[in-house]
C-alpha cells in the first residue's frame, strides 16, 4: 500500500454489547459515541444473543442508532463480523459495551487513516477503576488483563503488532479481505478469551504487504473496570485464557507470529517491571512491591503455563489422584542385599567424570552395571576419559538429544537392574553411597518407597564461594532420615520419620534430595513416564527436572525415603560466575516444573499456594532462607527470582523445542 494521503473518511462505530448488566455503561458509550459523529457516520449496536437486551435498545434509541442482533454463532467475533457487514463508511471503529470516547478521540482516530498505509489503528485504553484506582497488588505490566492499557505499549505513532480491543479502527474493505475476525477466538459472554485482535492485525499484514498498524492515543476512551475484576481470581482466569487463546491463534499462525510480541514483552517489559518490584522489596519499600512482583509471576507462569498446553497440543494426563499405593509386582517387592543396582552418569565429558568413575567402582556394593551417558557424543570425550579403565562393568552410551533427562532416560531403558541410580559428572559416591540406599528399600516393609535420596556434601571448601554454598544448604538436607509421602504407612525405624511439608509440598519437592544422589525402584520411574525432557540442564529451563520426578512419584502413591549415610560428594562451584549461572537455574528449574503443573489440567494445587510459596522464597526469615549466610550476595538472590520469573516462558520454548526435535515428553 503506498503511502499517499486523502481527505477524511467516514466512520462507522460498532459497539457489541451481551448482558443488561451493562446497560448502563453501554448507554454512557453510546451518548459519547453520538456526540462524535458526523454528517454520513454511523452507530451500529451489535446484540449477542440477548433478545430482552435487544428490545430494551430498540425502545431507547428508536432511529437514532441502528441496533442489529448477531447474525453468527454466540460470542464478540461474530458480533463484530455481523457490525462489519452492516456497516458501508470506509473506516470501522469498534468499542466495547464499557467504553466510552473521550472529547475529540474519534477525530484523532478518522485523521490517522488519511495516510493509505495505515491499515488499521489502536486507541489508548485508559482504566476507570470502580474503587477509583488499581489494587494494590496490581502489577501496571499487566493492563491487558482488564482489557486496558499496560507499561510497555509503544509510543503515539509507532506501529503495533495489533490494537487492543475496546478502542480499534480498521479499513472495512480490508477487514473484510482478510475474512473479518475468527470465531475460533474472542470473549463468548463472560469467558475472558481473546487473541482475535492478534490475528486479525497479523492476517491483515500478510495480505497487505507495507501496510501499518500504528498506535494513535488522541484515539482515547474512558474503560470501567468493576470490582469483580479487581480480584486475584479474575486476574488468573484472564491469564489463563489469554493463555488458552494464544494456543490456539500459535496453531493457526505458527509460533513464531503468534508469540513474537509475546517473548518481547517478556524479555522487556516483565524484565525491568520485575527487576523494579524486586528493588523495591529487598530495600524494605513496602508489601506492595512484594505482592505486585508475586502477582506478576503468578501472571506469567499461568499464561505462559495455559499456551504451553494449548500450543503444543499436550498429551499430558492430569497428576495421578494419590488415593492408593502403587501396584507392584510380588517380585517388586523383595530387594536382596546383594541386588543388581545399575548406576547412570550422564555427562558432558567432564575431566571430573574419571574420578565419579572410580568413586563408583569402588562401591562396597559389588554388582553394579555402570552407565556412563555421553551427552555430546561428537565429541567423543566422554569414551575417551573412561577408555583407560578396565572394567567389564563400564559401558558408555550415546545419546545425542540434549539435557540431562534425556541421557538418564536413556540409562533407565538400557538398565539391567531393579534399582537405577544417578548421581553427576562432578561428583563423589561415598564407598558406602549404594549398600546404604539399598538397606532403605529393604527397610521398607510394604514396598511402596520408589525413592531413595541421600546426603550431598561439598567435596572442598577452599574459598568463600565454595563455603557459601555448603553454609547454605543448598544440597544437604541434613542428618535426619525422613520418609516424604502423601499417606502415611507402617516403616522401620531405620527409616525414619514422616518429613514436614512445607507450603508447596509435594509439588516442588525440594525437601526430598537433589538428582545428583538419587536411587530410583526402575518400576517407580517408569510409573512417572520417565524424566522430563523438556527440564533440566542442557534445556531452556536449565533445571527441575529432579524435582519433577519426587513429584511425580509422590503423586503416583510412592514414598521418597532420605538417607543421611548414603553420601554422595560434590564439587561445589568455586567461582562466582558460576555460582551465579547455578543461582539463576534454580528459579528457572523450579518455575518451570510448577509450570508444567499448572497447566497438566489442575491448577487450583500451585494457585492457592503461590502466595504462602513467594513470601517462603523472599522471605529472609522463611525456612528456606534462614540458613542462608549473613554475607550470601544479593545479587545471587536476584538471580534466583528472576528465574522463577522467566521460568515458565522457558518452559514454553523447551516444550516447543523438544517438539520439533522429535524427543520423549
Known sequence: MASTTRPD??????????????????????DAARDQLRDGDELIVVVDHNAELERELRTRFRDSVTIVANAHDRGLSGARNTGVAAATAEIVVFLDDDAALRPDALDAARASFADRSVVAVGGAVVANWASGRAPAWFPEEFGWVVGCDYRGLPADGAEIRNPIGAAMAVRRAELQKVGGFSDRLGRVGAVPAGCEETLMG????????????????GFAVDHAVPDTRATLRYFTSRCRHEGRSKAVLSGMVGADAGLAAERSFVVRTLTTGALRYLGRTVTGQGLAALSRLAVLVLGLLVTAGATAVGAARLRTRRPESPTQAPELAESDTAISEDELVTVVIPTVGRASLVDTVHSILAQDHGNIELLVVDNRPHRGDAARIVAGIDDPRIRVLDQPVPGVSAARNLGHRTAAGRIVAFTDDDALADPSWLSRAVASFR??????????????????????????????????????????????????????????????????????????????RSSALASIGG???????????????????????????????????????????DNMAELRAQSYGYGTGMAAGLTKFVV?????????????????????????NADFPSDWPLRLRALEAWGYVTGPALFVRSHLVTRRSGARR
Not at 14 to 28: A, K, M
Not at 206 to 211: A, D, L, R, T, V
Request: aromatic share 8%; proline share 8%; with cysteine.
Open 9 to 30: 473518511p467516514g466512520v462507522a462505530i460498532i459497539i457489541c454489547c451481551y448482558t443488561l448488566d451493562r446497560l448502563g455503561l453501554l448507554t454512557t458509550g453510546i
Open 202 to 217: 497479523i492476517e491483515l499484514r500478510q495480505q497487505f504487504p507495507g501496510s501499518r498498524i500504528v498506535r494513535v492515543t
Open 443 to 520: 527397610a521398607d516393609p510394604v514396598g511402596v518407597v520408589g525413592v531413595v535420596t541421600g546426603r550431598v556434601l561439598g567435596t572442598e571448601t577452599t574459598n568463600r564461594v565454595q563455603e557459601w554454598f555448603e553454609e547454605a544448604k543448598v544440597f544437604d538436607k541434613g542428618e535426619i532420615p525422613t520418609v516424604w509421602t502423601l499417606q502415611p504407612h507402617a516403616i522401620e525405624p531405620e527409616l525414619g520419620e514422616f518429613g514436614p511439608r512445607g507450603p508447596f509440598f509435594p509439588y516442588t519437592a525440594g525437601e526430598c534430595g537433589s538428582g545428583n544422589n538419587m536411587v530410583f
Open 531 to 573: 524424566f522430563d525432557e523438556r527440564l533440566g540442564t542442557g534445556t531452556p529451563t536449565r533445571g527441575g527436572e529432579d524435582l519433577d520426578a519426587f513429584r511425580s512419584a509422590i503423586l503416583r502413591g510412592w514414598s521418597i525415603a532420605y538417607n543421611p549415610n548414603a553420601v554422595v560428594r560434590h564439587y561445589h562451584r
Open 600 to 624: 497438566s489440567g489442575n491448577p487450583a494445587p500451585i494457585l492457592t499456594r503461590l502466595p504462602r510459596g513467594i513470601h517462603m522464597l523472599l522471605s529472609p526469615n522463611s525456612t528456606k
